[in-house]
């Protein structure tokens, strides 16, 4: 199995040595546990392969997205691949959603230079659940059909995809449409607020892979994210 590191060494080591390659992972925690920082990692990553990394924001102006790079010390490499076009960055709004799932996939199959691709985050697109017609999808099983559309293209093009999902703290197992059974592997992030903040990283699912079972803790520094080894 070819592997894809995320650029994160305590993770990569947790999945025998990185994503396996082609896959679509699922990203999921509560907000501000670093999921987007998380992605940054990815794609600085790729682009160092030389590979072409896209990453769609279904949530942020572009604004924020460069303040939020400019703080990590990688913020200038990034920037550089980012002038490159070997990291694309591309930010939509709200009002966009019901075109933009089926012109964002058009491009991502007319366009075979792409090798990883993250959506921050993936179910915004599904958001509409309480108003499906803005999506002019007739009916649920219908919208697990697309997805599974989308992800067996992705897959076909030997994409590696990180789909952000956002989780609330009290809907736990409120994903959208089984996303969780649809990708190939869930990667896990939350915190503990205790007085002071823990943060842990589990992944509960890999295909292909024999995973570390326990969570390990991780933290969020001027670098981005640094997972612990279990001894420090
Ligand atoms: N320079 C930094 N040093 C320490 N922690 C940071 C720094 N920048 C961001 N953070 C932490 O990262 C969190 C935001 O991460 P982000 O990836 O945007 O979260 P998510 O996408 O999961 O909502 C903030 O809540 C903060 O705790
Ligand atoms: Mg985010």
Redesign the pocket.
């Known amino acids: 199995m070819e592997r894809e590191k995320t650029g994160i060494r305590g993770v990569d080591s947790m999945v025998q040595g990185g994503l396996p390659k082609s896959s679509i992972i699922g990203l999921s925690?509560?907000?501000?546990?670093?999921?987007?920082?998380?992605?940054?990692h990815f794609l600085l990553e790729g682009a160092r392969k030389g590979q072409k990394c896209v990453y769609i924001n279904l949530e942020e102006p572009r604004e924020n997205i460069d303040t939020?790079i400019s703080?990590?010390s990688f913020a200038d490499e990034f920037m550089k691949f980012v002038k490159q076009e070997k990291i694309v960055v591309k930010c939509f709004t709200y009002p966009e959603y019901e075109k933009i799932y089926s012109d964002l996939l058009q491009k991502i199959r007319e366009d075979s230079s792409i090798h990883r691709l993250v959506v921050?985050?993936f179910n915004v697109f599904f958001t509409a659940v309480s108003h499906p017609e803005a999506l002019s999808i007739p009916s649920e099983v219908n919208i697990r059909r697309m997805i599974n559309q989308a992800f067996s293209m992705l897959r076909r093009k030997g994409l590696t995809s990180i789909l952000?999902l956002?989780m609330s703290r009290d809907s736990r197992h409120g994903f959208y449409y089984n996303i969780p059974y649809l990708v190939d592997g869930t990667i896990s992030?939350d915190f503990l607020e205790l007085g002071t903040?823990e943060r842990r990283i589990f992944i509960p699912k890999m295909r292909w892979t024999s995973q570390h079972k326990e969570s390990k803790a991780y933290?969020?520094?001027?670098k981005?994210i640094k997972v612990f080894e279990e001894k420090e």
């Open positions: 925690g509560p907000p501000g546990v670093g999921k987007s920082i998380f992605a940054l939020m703080q990590f921050d985050s952000i956002e992030l903040i933290e969020i520094t001027g981005g």
